[in-house]
């Protein structure tokens, strides 16, 4: 994890504040890391020192359907999720994402964009992340 460059890693401004006590880094949050929260997108990021979180409100994911290219004809938007079954519909797609890809397969849905990246840093000769074993 990378140290944050607003308070060089201590967690506090260099000025004090009102109080007298030392202002607390708001790009950190205090941590004297660096925040990776990316949060521009209708899926949310955050990665800790333990984990990739991933986080989509259920009003988020239903605005994708709503908005999908399968969801037109055209002019008008095909189908709606009925009310109450909100959490319903969230579950199905979950459910999807878990799934197998084809019956011969070891993969689920969710796999194929991590491959996809895996592949481009294999492509890409992301030296700065990866050690390449020399057979
Ligand atoms: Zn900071």
């Not at 979180?53 to 999720?81: H, T």
């Not at 459910?95 to 990246?117: C, G, I, Q």
């Amino acid at each position: 994890m990378k140290v944050c460059v607003a308070c060089n890693g201590s967690g506090y401004y260099d000025n004090i504040g009102k109080n007298g006590k030392s202002v607390k880094c708001e790009s950190c949050e205090g941590s004297g890391k660096e925040r990776l929260e990316f949060k521009e997108q209708v899926l949310e990021f955050k990665i800790t020192d333990e984990s990739l979180i991933m986080k989509m409100s259920l009003e988020s994911l239903e605005f994708l359907f709503n908005a999908s290219p399968d969801n037109f004809n055209g002019k008008s938007q095909l189908a709606k999720i009925k009310d109450g079954k909100h959490q319903e519909f969230a579950e199905f797609v979950v459910r999807f994402l878990m799934d197998y890809k084809d019956a011969d397969s070891s993969n689920v849905n969710w796999s194929v964009p991590f491959e996809r990246a895996f592949q481009e840093i294999l492509e890409g000769a992301e030296d700065e992340i990866v050690d390449y074993f020399n057979y």
